[in-house]
């Protein structure tokens, strides 16, 4: 089993930054491709970004390309999500997920394990 704790989370102006953090325990980490996800009141739940297990291969969402970065140490077991030029849209809770599948998958239905979620909230 592998739990998966987000954090960084707030209320931040539109333009400004935030970096999410989610740290996985329970497996080895290096095991585990890592994908980021959000989800906005009365919609679905989409992709923002994954990262393969080792490679360092990574993969986005269209419209974040260019202003999320998602990387991982896996000394410290923790994958991050650094979010610049922020808008309204990006406005969702955000869910951190892991697979032990290769590459990086973009469905939701590759990742058998799921955090609990980080508030990201921008302002106009």
């Known amino acids: 089993q592998v739990q998966l704790v987000e954090s960084g989370g707030g209320l931040v102006q539109a333009g400004g930054s935030l970096r999410l953090s989610c740290a996985a325990s329970?497996?080895?980490?290096?095991?585990?491709?890592m994908g980021w996800f959000r989800q906005a009141p009365g919609k679905a739940r989409d992709f923002v970004a994954a990262i393969a297990r080792s490679s360092g291969a990574t993969s986005y969402e269209d419209s974040v390309k260019g202003r999320f970065t998602i990387s991982r140490d896996n000394a410290k077991n923790t994958v991050y999500l650094q979010m610049n030029s922020l808008k309204p849209e990006d406005t969702a809770l955000y869910y951190c997920?892991?697979?032990?599948?290769?590459?990086?998958?973009?469905?939701?239905?590759?990742?058998?394990?799921w955090g609990q979620g980080t508030q990201v909230t921008v302002s106009s």
């Open positions: 997920a892991a697979t032990l599948w290769v590459g990086v998958p973009r469905g939701a239905s590759a990742y058998a394990y």
């Open positions: 329970g497996r080895t980490f290096s095991s585990l491709a």
